[in-house]
């Protein structure tokens, strides 16, 4: 695979870009500028921010690339500097299913890389993708060296259960259209500024909120009838974000319905 080093299982993830590559490290250096900007490392000091980059890598998937699957070593923390990857939760009684889409500013795998624990998720390249990654090792003598870092890591984590309680609010959702909207206000609420899309399908969203295929169409209908999304070949732009949580949290709000804008239960 273009710039890895494979270990003996084939996943991409112990793979380093050659320092001496020039364009890689321009490619680098993008990359740690962009993901200073957004998300958990734009709300870390600048310390820090100097302490985590110059110890990352930088990764490129190939779409369908799997980074790391569910019970592998713990190798690392990652960020999505371009590009989208899909993370595969298991669930009793099937296969492992899509759980989240995250793009540029999408850090992952931090729980395993800060206590060694192997991977609960698997994560697959939804599209070609470049990331950053900084190995455990390095972690752990950043820990070491500097406890103060663990204020910043803490945020990550917060961050996350935020997310996952976003998520288990949207699967408690019994009307369709509302568990819809809370999952794509979840996907998009960690878009770099500026950026709306939701990169999911239709068979994605019915993934994401557990929900058949006519249910997951009735519900986008309804929500893009109101204004609050626009249908795209194998997205969603999520045009009003707001509206999209007005609508989840609070029934009663302007704009958003006072009964299910669909019939049936989930």
């Known amino acids: 695979m273009d710039g890895f080093e494979s270990n003996a299982s084939g996943s991409p993830e112990s793979g380093l870009l050659v320092r001496g ?28 921010q100097d302490q985590l980059l110059t110890r990352a890598d930088l990764l490129r998937l190939k779409k369908g690339d799997l980074l790391y699957d569910v019970g592998d070593d713990a190798t ?32 992952f795998g931090d729980i395993a890389a800060l206590t060694g624990q192997p991977r ?17 090792a390095q972690i752990v003598r950043l820990t070491e060296a500097d406890p103060e870092v663990w204020r910043s890591f803490s945020l990550l984590l917060a961050r996350d259960y935020a997310k996952a309680m976003g998520i288990i609010h949207a699967l408690k959702q019994s009307d369709p259209a ?38 997951v169409n009735a519900s986008l209908k309804a929500l893009e009838s109101r204004g609050l999304i626009q249908r795209r070949y194998r997205s969603i732009d999520v045009v009003d974000a707001a509206g999209l949580r007005i609508f989840v949290h609070e029934p009663g709000a302007p704009g958003a319905p006072s009964r299910p804008l669909t019939k049936g239960r989930s």
């Open 178 to 215: 509302r568990r819809v909207a809370a999952m794509l206000a979840v996907v998009v609420e960690d878009n770099a500024p500026g950026v709306t899309t939701a990169p999911a399908s239709q068979w994605d969203i019915g993934e994401l909120a557990h929900l058949g295929r006519s249910k």
């Open 76 to 107: 690392g923390l990652f960020g999505v500097a371009e590009g989208h990857v899909e993370v595969h939760a298991p669930r009793a009684g099937v296969d492992a299913t899509l759980s989240f889409v995250g793009g540029p500013g999408f850090w």
């Open 21 to 48: 590559d020039a364009g890689r490290l321009t490619e680098k250096r993008q990359a740690d500028v962009l993901l200073r900007r957004v998300t958990w490392l734009a709300q870390t000091p600048p310390k820090f």
């Open 120 to 136: 609960r998720v698997g994560i697959v390249a939804r599209t070609d993708c470049r990331l950053l990654r900084v190995p455990r």
